[in-house]
């Protein structure tokens, strides 16, 4: 089953961009500059900006990402330490808080760097004998001393639950009933995975044994964008991602009972569990930014990956990005181009 569902992705992925997938390969130090650069040993979490319906969300998020952090290898504050003495202060709005400036933070924390993290996206649905809660999250870690955005992430997952039928039609209308009361999610433990999940790639800080020898770790990633004649043409995907789901074709998702993440590169599993609208707003430092859900962003510009180069495209000053058709392609237009060092397999 798993080999019939790999097939599948693969075949979905050649049949939308219509061509052998290429990769780009880059160390963790080209693809997170800045966070090398600033060298950051402590983090200071700040509460969550729930933009979803789901009162359960927020604090979930927030008690669950001290423990993927401390393996990376930074220390964190104490998260409810930390809100004791905001609770102190009469600050116990995730919005007022967040709006605190950094440098009065950085007075009272000393953290070396501040973690901005937006919930954007709750979906819970519902079926017959089965139940899923979908997530997303978008991270942004800033510098405490200069203010300056050093790191930022994307993070998707699901939790997928099935009923036990083993008592006949019966026992299948008391689960179905019970679905409609309670997805039967285990919110801490959803949560606990998103936040793996958004973490996963940070480099790692000075308490673990692979600081600093992780620069040169290679990642690797499936372009989806190819540059010609200073343009950069993209999967369709791209641009279908601001249509209605049923436009567009989908990929059945394998539904493995319990707790998954996805990566945003895979755009089929991607497009499959509901996000329908790649844009995302991020609310850092009481400022707000439209991003792609698509795109990685350094100095707040987007960029894609395409044959290892970092590929800057021009944006709207709301932070939408234009796009164009030429003879049933699409293309970005492309602000710059950086070089980056070509890897080979050791």
């Not at 080999?3 to 160390?27: H, M, N």
């Not at 770790?217 to 369709?236: G, K, M, W």
């Amino acid at each position: 089953m798993k080999i019939k569902v790999l097939l599948l992705t693969i075949i979905s992925i050649l049949f939308f961009t219509g061509c052998a997938v290429s990769t780009s390969k880059i160390t963790k130090e080209q693809y997170y500059p800045k966070i090398y650069n600033s060298k950051p040993n402590s983090i200071l979490v700040l509460p969550a900006k729930n933009t979803t319906t789901s009162v359960d969300a927020t604090n979930n998020f927030r008690y669950t990402i001290t423990k993927p952090l401390a393996e990376k290898g930074y220390y964190v504050f104490p998260v409810h330490l930390v809100d004791s003495f905001f609770k102190s202060e009469n600050l116990v709005e995730a919005e007022q808080i967040r709006n605190i400036p950094v440098s009065k933070l950085k007075e009272i924390f000393n953290p070396d760097a501040i973690l901005y993290v937006d919930i954007n996206a709750w979906d819970t649905g519902y079926k017959v004998i089965t139940s899923n809660v979908d997530v997303g999250l978008s991270f942004s870690l800033v510098d405490a001393n200069s203010g300056e955005e050093i790191w930022q992430n994307n993070a998707y997952a699901y939790s997928f639950q099935g009923l036990d039928t083993g008592n006949g039609l019966i026992g299948l209308v008391v689960s179905a009933i019970a679905t409609a009361i309670n997805t039967g999610t285990d919110y801490t433990k959803l949560a606990y995975v998103a936040n793996v999940a958004g973490t996963a790639n940070i480099p790692y800080g000075k308490y673990h044994s692979l600081y600093g020898i992780d620069a040169k770790h290679i990642l690797q990633f499936t372009d989806f964008a190819s540059i010609e004649d200073n343009r950069l043409y993209v999967n369709p995907y791209f641009i279908h991602g601001n249509k209605k789901e049923g436009d567009i074709p989908l990929t059945i998702r394998q539904h493995a009972k319990g707790y998954h993440y996805f990566p945003v590169d895979n755009m089929n599993f991607f497009n499959h569990n509901g996000y329908s609208n790649y844009y995302v707003t991020q609310e850092i430092k009481g400022k707000k930014y439209l991003r792609n859900r698509f795109f990685k962003y350094e100095n707040n510009r987007p960029y894609l990956l395409s044959k290892n180069k970092k590929v800057f495209v021009y944006t709207e000053i709301d932070g939408t990005i234009p796009f164009s058709e030429d003879s049933g392609k699409f293309y970005f237009n492309i602000d710059r181009v950086v070089e980056l060092e070509e890897l080979k397999d050791k």
